[in-house]
């Protein structure tokens, strides 16, 4: 027994020395990467991994811990969430660049000041597949779920495995409570012990008769329980809303927390109620209301008011790559990023509530970031833009063709289209575009690559000017 006890004292003295070490390294590359660098969100993470595989539950040790994960929306649901808790319990950790894998999570851990806060917590956007491999090492005490859609086919595969892959994670954690977007049938579809957090649209008791089919093309229609076809009182958006089988009874949960009004949407902000009160914030789209009620969800679960959430909305700032609005070459460009068809769509949508004419700027990748299958362009409805207010369109990436031929096919006029194959000769061709509007619509590594290019001629002119 006493030869056991002290074999066990010497590994865990063992184990505090590695975990120290990756701490310790893992500071130092970020401190190097991020100050002379300028860059460093996964390698501290990687290289700390390297000395200690799971420092990560060293360095989670005293926090709550949220995971934020889903298709679409975890890094602003993610931002949201963070600008609300600082309301009430100050500094938050939490992986603000959307480097969502566990060596990024390890990086916000390693990047963090341990700023004075009423409460230790985390909020963390997890990426569907590392939820289980996450949960093992941070014990999580929250689960917030967007949405499930098709997504990168070639790594995620159906929506039932890219489901099974977070259920998998949080059987991990039975004590964790879920907050869930009740108006998606996959996520009330598996028996899990864990407390349950619903949020939706609520219908106006007008609406509660309607009974219609999602149109053909919707993914995840299919009723979890016994595979007939889902009917719904209203549809917000895709497969989401107020679902019900008419054939084995299978319906969406009781709601805890609702939407159940949208004022006002422009492309740049949304105004909405939820009870009796006006909630808005400074970005559109119909998903990103669903994503401010994952937050307000959130939020008062964790004892925030009313009034400190609406409070959060206003003042929340644009976030990097997420409909992010940038002034270049004069002109106002809202760079949003696009991964699947059903974001697509719902970004597709927003441009269709622009008042003004602007030009149209499409970069596709398919980088091993992006899904090297690009067949998702063809879900989307590019066919239903309002042609009259796109003025120019150009196209980019390193499959601009397959992007071009997408949107002839759509109906733009070849005439009005211009290509672009590297990042230098786009910049120049969005400084011609004869409108001051401009949407960029580009996949992940696009989008990665010319905010690089677009901050290096930024440099760029800033020293010619002090040379002058």
């Known amino acids: 027994y006493a030869i056991l006890k002290f074999s066990f004292k010497v590994r865990d003295k063992n184990m505090n020395l590695k975990s120290g070490i990756a701490k310790v390294a893992g500071k130092s590359s970020y401190w190097f990467l991020h100050n002379v660098l300028k860059g460093g969100t996964s390698f501290p993470g990687k290289f700390a991994m390297k000395i200690d595989p799971e420092v990560l539950n060293s360095l989670a040790k005293g926090y709550e811990t949220i995971i934020v994960t889903g298709t679409n929306g975890k890094t602003m649901t993610t931002a949201l969430i963070v600008e609300a808790l600082k309301k009430k319990y100050g500094d938050i950790l939490t992986n603000p660049s959307g480097s969502n894998m566990q060596q990024g999570i390890v990086t916000a851990f390693l990047a963090h000041k341990n700023k004075k806060a009423k409460k230790k917590i985390a909020v963390l956007e997890v990426d569907e597949a590392n939820v289980k491999m996450v949960t093992k090492l941070l014990h999580p005490s929250v689960f917030v779920l967007t ?259 997408r949107l002839e096919v759509a109906g733009f006029n070849p005439g009005l289209m211009t290509t672009a194959t590297n990042n230098d000769a786009l910049l120049d061709e969005i400084s011609k575009l004869p409108t001051k509007k401009v949407y960029i619509l580009a996949t992940y590594t696009a989008m990665l690559s010319l905010r690089k290019t677009m901050g290096e001629n930024a440099k760029n002119v800033l020293l010619l000017h002090l040379i002058k």
């Open 147 to 405: 949405n499930i859609f098709r997504d990168q086919m070639d790594r995620y595969g159906e929506i039932y495995t890219t489901y099974q892959k977070i259920v998998d994670g949080i059987k991990l954690a039975p004590n964790a409570t879920i907050i869930a977007n009740g108006d998606a049938s996959i996520f009330s579809s598996v028996e899990l012990p864990n407390k349950k957090v619903f949020y939706g649209f609520k219908l106006p008791d007008d609406k509660a008769e309607n009974d219609f089919k999602a149109p053909v093309n919707t993914d995840g229609v299919l009723c979890p329980k016994c595979d007939h076809i889902l009917h719904y009182h209203e549809r917000i958006y895709a497969n989401l809303g107020d679902f019900f089988c008419p054939n084995c009874g299978y319906h969406r949960p009781e709601l805890t927390y609702s939407v159940n009004q949208i004022i006002d949407q422009t492309p740049n902000s949304l105004k909405f109620k939820m009870g009796e009160k006006e909630y808005s914030i400074g970005i559109g789209g119909t998903y990103n209301i669903y994503n401010a009620l994952a937050a307000y969800s959130v939020a008062r679960e964790f004892d925030l008011s009313e009034e400190e959430v609406a409070q959060s909305f206003a003042e929340n700032k644009r976030i990097f790559g997420r409909q992010e609005l940038i002034n270049y070459a004069g002109k106002e460009i809202d760079l949003i990023l696009v991964k699947n068809p059903v974001g697509l769509d719902g970004v597709l949508h927003l441009l269709n509530t622009e008042k003004v004419n602007y030009s149209l700027v499409a970069l596709l990748n398919a980088n091993h970031a992006d899904g090297i299958d690009t067949s998702w362009i063809w879900d989307a409805d590019y066919e239903g833009l309002n042609k009259d207010k796109i003025k120019k369109v150009l196209v980019g990436g390193k499959r601009w063709h397959d992007m071009g031929f």
